[in-house]
């Protein structure tokens, strides 16, 4: 029994703070409804029991103050499950659907059980009690962090590596012992950090509906995989979690936050506040719907009315964000996720959405997010918006705030198009390989402000990018309608998987161009998992319904693939060697003692860019190394060349060094990428390979050379 029956006493509780917190004497209950009649708290012995032990009404003249209601019950213990009705107008032209049948989880429970849940039945108007979700009552203060905190690591200095925490270990390829959880994360730190990552974007993990069924296609069942519909959002996934015990589980994510740190590795969740699983107005009711609807959602209808809701999100409804209580709630959630999780950051999927005001319409200082620019707690949080939403809201380069990066679709979309071999993009690569200044120095912001990304979860991967032409999504059962038509992508020759060899040796270079560019351009670079030995999703570029190997990373492929391994690691290792050139403020026209300037741009001759020629797919760059009380001998020569045909480029000549070649996109592993002292010495001229591109480094000459040319 976790309710001692003797001891239990009501007495009115405080308001603040909301949800179920946990003191010695007992457990404080809070939850906002501005426009409810009554509200009841249930509480079940054990959350997963079909009847409450007890219930409480709370009486509007006590246990109400404004708009909380609130009660405090003296000796109830963790591990119980609690539950709300709400009563109050079900006119739902003035946007109310209060159901006192609708059995309500608070949207602040730290646990969330979901053993008796019946989605169908939240969509009914009849009792929903016995096939209900249940919060969980969890003290949150029991755990030793063991001296642990966020590792607050420069933004400049950030490899982000996107992955979803169930697809990462859920092969049995893995040969781990919990696979598929937070624990199993924790058994493949090593290989994370062999690799040289420095970030971990978790797909999201707040707390999600995987048991929803999407259909099945070909005996294959679909689900909710991606886990962007979120139930609870101060919960971790509980399909992650090896306990059903909600206290251990909120432990077994801060164990693997601890061993990511122990390892140098931030922890960056990708949250959701733009929708919730509710859904539309034909969606279940188990939260805020039920709580107070015409707050939580942005609603619309005929004359006035408030019937329907405001679809932004392309989920079927909006949270109204910077609504006061929106915005507490999520800052609450923040809060709880650095203070007592130890995160790093947060990535905000659709973060246009965060920017909409109470009437839908763009702020030009939206409180949402400034409140989070601005909050104390969360000021060494990494802040990264998707800056973007499905109703057309598009802000690259203009997301309000000042320390807020943004997923830049410019660069990938960029750099996408030059790889493929497009001509016209000169301009634009500078641009984006010197930290897109056109989008971002106009405002101070730095570089800092781009995530680099030319693949995520959403859409192809960089295997399928260079293998096909168009997306092949029939596996998702909507006949290849959904997901994006424009991939900037080109196969390589050949549709698909194959067994030609220059086909494959092709596409094998195009990944090293893309990876190379990558990391070779200012901003900070983010890739999804399994780019590294060249993962394939078999043309799918919207997985988000696939539990199963398409998306699963695949173990055995990892040995396969060592040698593109052995580049992506390489290349990140080469990064952080020359980090001064890709991080800080944007390029100057410094000079160091050499002679060279921070940044030049080439052609296939010096100092002769093709900027004004439409049919150019060649470009070079020198980055001098200008930092003080350095030997200024770290510089950088990059050739690039997508055209089909070899070209010849014109190398730079300095006095008192000599360029070495590091990397060769064309070259075999492990040729493509020297890590060894023994570099490969460079002259006057480089035949850089069709699609491929070229890196010199300087070196300090023993004998000096001829003049800069």
């Given at each position: 029994m976790r309710i001692k029956e003797q001891k239990l006493t009501v007495t009115r509780g405080h308001s603040l703070p909301l949800g179920a917190v946990v003191s010695e004497k007992g457990v404080n209950f809070s939850l906002y409804s501005k426009n409810a009649f009554s509200v009841t708290l249930l509480i079940f012995n054990k959350p997963d029991d079909l009847q409450p032990s007890h219930e409480f009404k709370m009486d509007a003249?006590?246990?109400?103050?404004?708009?909380?209601?609130?009660?405090?019950?003296?000796?109830?213990?963790?591990?119980?499950?609690?539950?709300?009705?709400?009563?109050?107008?079900?006119?739902?032209?003035k946007g109310h659907r209060f159901n006192p049948n609708k059995v309500l989880i608070d949207p602040y429970a730290r646990?969330?059980?979901?053993?008796?849940?019946?989605?169908?039945?939240?969509?009914?108007?009849?009792?929903?009690?016995?096939?209900?979700?249940?919060?969980?009552?969890?003290?949150?203060?029991?755990?030793?962090?063991?001296?642990?905190?966020?590792?607050?690591?420069?933004?400049?200095?950030?490899?982000?590596?996107?992955?979803?925490?169930?697809?990462?270990?859920?092969?049995?390829?893995?040969?781990?012992?919990?696979?598929?959880?937070?624990?199993?994360?924790?058994?493949?730190?090593?290989?994370?950090?062999?690799?040289g990552i420095t970030a971990v974007e978790l797909l999201p993990i707040f707390d999600f509906d995987d048991t929803q069924s999407l259909g099945e296609v070909d005996g294959v069942k679909l689900s909710n995989y991606w886990g962007y519909s979120t139930v609870g959002f101060f919960s971790p996934h509980h399909g992650y979690c090896v306990s059903k015990d909600s206290a251990t589980q909120l432990n077994e994510f801060r164990d693997m936050v601890k061993a990511f740190h122990k390892a140098g590795i931030e922890v960056i969740l990708d949250v959701v506040f733009n929708h919730t699983d509710e859904g539309n107005q034909d969606g279940p009711v188990f939260?805020?719907?039920?709580?107070?609807?015409?707050?939580?959602?942005?609603?619309t209808g005929e004359n006035g009315s408030k019937n329907f809701y405001y679809d932004y999100t392309g989920c079927g409804n909006t949270v109204n964000c910077n609504h006061p209580i929106g915005e507490k709630f999520i800052l609450d959630c923040l809060r709880f996720w650095v203070k007592e999780m130890h995160v790093d950051g947060f990535r905000f999927d659709e973060g246009s959405v965060l920017t909409r005001g109470e009437d839908g319409a763009p702020m030009e200082h939206p409180p949402l997010i400034w409140a989070i620019e601005l909050e104390e707690l969360l000021s060494e949080s990494k802040v990264i918006a998707e800056a973007w939403d499905a109703a057309g809201l598009y802000q690259i380069g203009y997301f309000?705030?000042?320390?807020?990066?943004?997923?830049?679709?410019?660069?990938?979309?960029?750099?996408?198009?030059?790889?493929?071999?497009?001509?016209?993009?000169?301009?634009?690569?500078?641009?984006?390989?010197?930290?897109?200044?056109?989008?971002?120095?106009?405002?101070?912001?730095?570089p800092t402000n781009s995530i680099n990304f030319i693949t995520a979860h959403d859409g192809f991967t960089m295997h399928d990018l260079v293998s096909y032409n168009e997306k092949h999504n029939w596996a998702n059962g909507e006949s290849n309608h959904d997901g994006a038509n424009d991939n900037d992508s080109?196969?390589?020759?050949?549709?698909?998987?194959?067994?030609?060899?220059?086909?494959?040796?092709?596409?094998?270079?195009?990944?090293?161009?893309?990876?190379?560019?990558?990391?070779?351009?200012m901003g900070v670079p983010m890739f999804v998992a399994g780019d590294e030995y060249g993962r394939t999703q078999m043309g799918n570029n919207n997985t988000y319904c696939q539990d199963n190997a398409l998306n699963w990373i695949d173990w055995d492929k990892i040995k396969e693939n060592a040698g593109l391994i052995r580049f992506?690691?390489?290349?990140?290792?080469?990064?952080?060697?020359?980090?001064?050139?890709?991080?800080g403020n944007y390029l100057s026209n410094k000079t160091n003692k050499y002679g060279l300037n921070e940044i030049e741009w080439h052609g296939t001759q010096l100092n002769q860019p093709e900027w004004g020629n439409p049919e150019a797919r060649c470009l070079a760059l020198t980055l001098?190394?200008?930092?003080?009380?350095?030997?200024?001998?770290?510089?950088?020569?990059?050739?690039?060349?997508?055209?089909?045909?070899?070209?010849?480029?014109?190398?730079?000549?300095?006095?008192?060094?000599?360029?070495?070649?590091?990397?060769?996109?064309?070259?075999?592993?492990?040729?493509?990428?020297?890590?060894?002292?023994?570099?490969?010495?460079?002259?006057?001229?480089?035949?850089?390979?069709?699609?491929?591109?070229?890196v010199l480094v300087s070196e300090l000459s023993p004998s000096k050379t001829t003049s800069k040319s």
């Open positions: 003249g006590i246990n109400q103050t404004f708009h909380f209601w609130h009660i405090f019950i003296e000796g109830l213990e963790p591990g119980c499950g609690y539950a709300y009705r709400v009563n109050g107008s079900t006119d739902r032209s646990g969330i059980s979901f053993k008796r849940w019946n989605r169908g039945n939240a969509c009914h108007e009849e009792d929903n009690v016995e096939t209900s979700l249940r919060g969980v009552v969890v003290d949150t203060s029991n755990y030793d962090w063991e001296g642990d905190m966020p590792l607050r690591r420069p933004m400049e200095e950030s490899i982000i590596y996107e992955m979803h925490v169930a697809g990462f270990t859920k092969s049995p390829t893995s040969g781990v012992k919990h696979p598929g959880t937070f624990l199993g994360l924790i058994e493949k730190i090593p290989y994370l950090k062999d690799l939260s805020f719907k039920g709580i107070d609807n015409s707050t939580y959602y942005y609603l309000p705030g000042d320390r807020w990066a943004e997923w830049n679709g410019k660069y990938r979309d960029t750099m996408r198009r030059f790889v493929k071999g497009e001509t016209g993009m000169l301009s634009q690569l500078a641009s984006r390989m010197t930290g897109s200044a056109d989008l971002y120095q106009w405002r101070q912001h730095q080109w196969n390589c020759g050949s549709e698909g998987e194959t067994t030609e060899q220059a086909i494959l040796e092709l596409r094998n270079r195009q990944m090293k161009n893309l990876t190379t560019l990558l990391m070779l351009s992506w690691s390489s290349l990140i290792k080469k990064r952080q060697l020359y980090l001064h050139h890709f991080k001098g190394d200008v930092e003080e009380g350095e030997d200024n001998s770290r510089n950088i020569f990059i050739m690039m060349n997508m055209h089909w045909d070899a070209t010849e480029f014109q190398v730079p000549a300095y006095a008192g060094l000599q360029w070495q070649r590091s990397i060769d996109t064309a070259l075999p592993s492990p040729k493509d990428i020297d890590i060894s002292r023994k570099k490969e010495k460079i002259e006057d001229t480089y035949v850089v390979t069709a699609r491929s591109i070229v």
